[in-house]
């Protein structure tokens, strides 16, 4: 299965899709009214702008409305998240208020959510437990502007589509960005949303390099400001603004295009599908959007928009379509690649700044398709699942089979994943009017999605962890630990700090934040002057290397979690040495890396176990192993050599060994390698006796010759005060340590088919008489 998807792609998917537990919100966790009062009252001493619902009903309706995003579009949400807002509304203008607000908030216990424009879909704007919403959206400069090599940094509150206008007046754009442009603030997109328009060409916000550096305000007694550079921006992309406030955002653009609509007709879903991979895959064409909507969606859900009114005057009406942006050399290419396919142009393409569609094409796509059907139908709901690179279109085929149109219409959005094309699905579903069996049925499709291959990333959950682009593991939940030590950012949406513990042992080497980054010593004295007042750090980055800036993210937005995020070569996370490259160690310093070298063997174990007996529990247990060592120890285990010194039972038939001579040249060779690779520790993980000796000698040498650690380590433990005393008398424990009661119980575990059970017996040892 998924043999064509890189395992980097493979692994992220499979942590992001494992089984979501419901959050519960504990209603009596909501802050109380005297704290928020007593933090209003500071503020307001500080001459920062608060709303507070006690003043008026007209403040209160303001808080009320700067509460909620578009939730709304799920069912579920709607139930779990209707009536819940803030208690009070800062209005932030200046990174001063920023860090006034987040240090009042940590010193009273009050809970502070940051918001943008609130155009996200999964309640990341919603304030669980009341006290405070943090409006950034006044804050909307341009910082600093770069023409000559297409950088920008703004600040969080500023509009993506004011954003992309100014850049374009130097030829750059934004290289993604979601349907909500014309609302959504750069800040909310980077804290809340994933993906979007110019995914095609760029993926999503989790490629290495899709956002060069954030601005963070944490919330601390005394706020510190970080700058967050490179890879160290990850912990705070997509966390919904639970791990710091967002102030500034780095980004990289793409040269401007004078970019062209097209709307494209097929007799099948298939041909459709298959026409925009080919698109978004052919090198010649230049794309920024390509997106998939099954009929009847233009002659039923989006029947009242123009373009559905201009199909329909088309004649075309019930087709299935496809909608693309591309530079103009790309629209005869288009065509003919359409044609290719069965299809055609639905009529003639237009340059997207005449919005010749009623609307920009992009509204068109992504989360205002789902927008779209639900202003017509407020039964619709939707979904959000990954189609894999290479799989894609006969998934496509096999959710067309298994659905009727009544049921679900697929809209398919082309992302780059990794550098492969395949699709986001964000199909629209008619679960029914009634909200209880229509919560049952999207489960349901969710369940049968992730059954059959399809990753699901959850629109109908708030948590982060259980919905959102990234799953939450130690590097994020150690990241909030240090810039939210009282959990009063966003609480309630980060099931790693609501439950106290990671949902997973792995760890991304893209959520590491242990290095660039400047403070700011500001409490709520110095906040008042010049909160930009640095006090360099002396165990960061910038002290040994020079300074990295960060950037922010903080809040709510958009586009759906769609794809998974496949970025930042997920391959260096690989604890197995043959899943990296020559390059990953010619660039990584593993001067504080171990190796294990696992040493198994390939001989009788009487007539009930198979040969390779030693060879299985070795790489059982190093792989549990491996997923028990901490996230920030760097481990990588070697190719297994599951052929050893046999000697004593070459007289079995089946049994391969070596020689000892043999053997022991082979591990010191491999030994040397290792030290050529920078690595100083390695680990001789052994699960033969008959090795157990002459390992312990090429240990020695190893040390004498390379200057480094190695240590021989056996892998089933036959000492009599551990855990296998209490299960195996003494006498097996001594003399039963080849092919007895230990090993035929740990492969009845691993292994059960192959053991004869039949051939098992109490074999009397020699040893023992």
Not at 185 to 193: I, M, N
Not at 221 to 240: C, G, K, M, W
Request: charged share 25%; glycine share 10%; with cysteine.
């Amino acid at each position: 299965q998924h043999r064509d998807v890189p395992a980097h792609a493979r692994t992220v998917v499979a942590r992001l899709v494992r089984g979501a537990r419901s959050l519960a919100f504990d209603a009596s966790a909501r802050v109380s009214p005297e704290a928020v009062a007593g933090a209003v009252a500071e503020l307001r001493e500080r001459g920062v702008e608060v709303v507070d619902s006690a003043d008026s009903d007209d403040a209160a309706r303001r808080v009320a409305l700067a509460s909620r995003d578009f939730y709304w579009y799920s069912p579920k949400l709607k139930r779990e998240l209707r009536g819940m807002k803030g208690d009070a509304l800062v209005v932030a203008r200046s990174e001063a208020d920023v860090v006034n607000v987040a240090g009042v908030a940590a010193r009273g216990g009050v809970p502070l959510t940051p918001r943008g424009a609130g155009t996200g879909n999964y309640g990341q704007a919603v304030p669980m437990r009341g006290g405070i919403v943090l409006d950034l959206s006044p804050m909307d400069q341009i910082v600093s502007f770069d023409a000559r090599d297409g950088i920008v940094r703004a600040h969080a509150g500023i509009n993506l589509a004011r954003l992309e206008k100014e850049t374009r007046k130097e030829g750059w754009e934004l290289r993604q960005h979601p349907s909500t442009r014309r609302t959504a603030t750069l800040g909310g997109f980077v804290a809340g949303g994933s993906t979007g328009v110019g995914a095609v060409t760029h993926g999503g916000l989790a490629e290495d390099g899709a956002v060069l550096g954030l601005r963070v305000v944490t919330a601390e007694p005394s706020p510190r400001t970080l700058e967050l550079h490179d890879r160290d921006v990850f912990p705070v992309v997509h966390a919904y603004g639970t791990n710091g406030v967002v102030t500034e955002v780095e980004v990289p653009l793409a040269r401007a295009q004078p970019w062209w609509d097209g709307v494209y007709r097929f007799p099948t879903l298939r041909d459709a599908a298959k026409f925009a991979l080919e698109l978004g895959e052919a090198p010649a064409i230049v794309a920024r959007e390509v997106s998939v909507h099954q009929s009847p969606t233009f002659a039923r859900e989006l029947a009242h928009t123009a373009l559905g009114g201009m199909l329909r005057d088309a004649g075309v009406g019930d087709a299935h379509v496809v909608l693309a942006q591309m530079a103009k050399p790309s629209l005869g290419p288009a065509r003919r690649l359409a044609r290719d396919n069965d299809g055609d142009v639905c009529f003639e393409p237009s340059r997207s700044e005449d919005v010749a569609l009623g609307i920009p094409l992009y509204e068109y796509a992504w989360n205002h398709t789902t927008l779209h059907a639900l202003k017509r139908d407020k039964s619709v709901t939707y979904l959000q699942a990954a189609m894999m690179p290479g799989e894609a279109l006969d998934l496509v085929s096999a959710v067309e089979q298994r659905y009727g149109a009544d049921e679900l219409v697929q809209h398919l959005e082309v992302v780059r994943f990794g550098g492969r094309i395949g699709f986001a699905s964000l199909a629209l579903l008619r679960p029914g009017t009634d909200a209880e069996a229509a919560v049952g049925t999207v489960e349901e499709v969710m369940r049968w999605h992730e059954s059959n291959g399809i990753p699901v990333f959850n629109p109908h959950t708030h948590v982060l962890e259980d919905g959102g682009m990234k799953q939450t593991d130690w590097a994020q939940l150690g990241f909030k630990s240090g810039a939210d030590p009282n959990g009063v950012l966003n609480p309630g949406k980060m099931r790693a700090w609501e439950e106290g513990e990671a949902t997973t042992e792995a760890s991304d080497p893209r959520g590491s934040f242990s290095a660039a980054y400047r403070l700011a010593q500001s409490d709520g004295a110095a906040a008042n002057k010049d909160p930009t007042n640095k006090i360099q750090n002396p165990n960061s980055k910038e002290e040994r290397a020079k300074e990295e800036p960060n950037e922010e993210s903080n809040r709510t937005n958009e586009e759906p979690n769609s794809a998974p995020p496949t970025t930042t070569r997920e391959r260096k996370r690989s604890r197995l040495w043959s899943e990296w490259t020559t390059e990953d160690f010619a660039t990584e310093d593993l001067s504080d890396a171990v190796a294990v070298l696992p040493l198994g063997a390939t001989e009788a174990h009487g007539p009930h176990l198979p040969l390779g007996v030693d060879s299985m529990h070795n790489a059982a247990l190093l792989a549990r192993a491996l997923e028990l060592v901490r996230p920030d120890v760097r481990v990588l285990a070697l190719p297994p050599l599951d052929i050893g010194v046999s000697c004593e039972h070459e007289g079995f038939a089946g049994t391969v060994g070596i020689a000892p001579e043999t053997a022991a040249a082979q591990w010191e060779e491999i030994g040397a390698c290792v030290a050529r690779a920078g690595i100083r520790k390695l680990i001789l993980y052994n699960s033969h006796g008959g090795n157990h000796a002459l390992a312990e000698v090429v240990a020695r040498r190893l040390r004498l010759r390379h200057r480094m650690i190695a240590a021989l380590a056996l892998n089933l433990a036959m000492d009599d005060d551990g855990c296998a005393a209490s299960m195996f008398p003494a006498d097996e424990l001594r003399f039963g340590i080849h092919g007895g009661g230990l090993e035929t119980s740990v492969m009845m575990h691993l292994r059960p088919e192959l053991v004869d059970a039949d051939k098992a017996t109490r074999f009397a040892s020699s040893a023992a008489s």
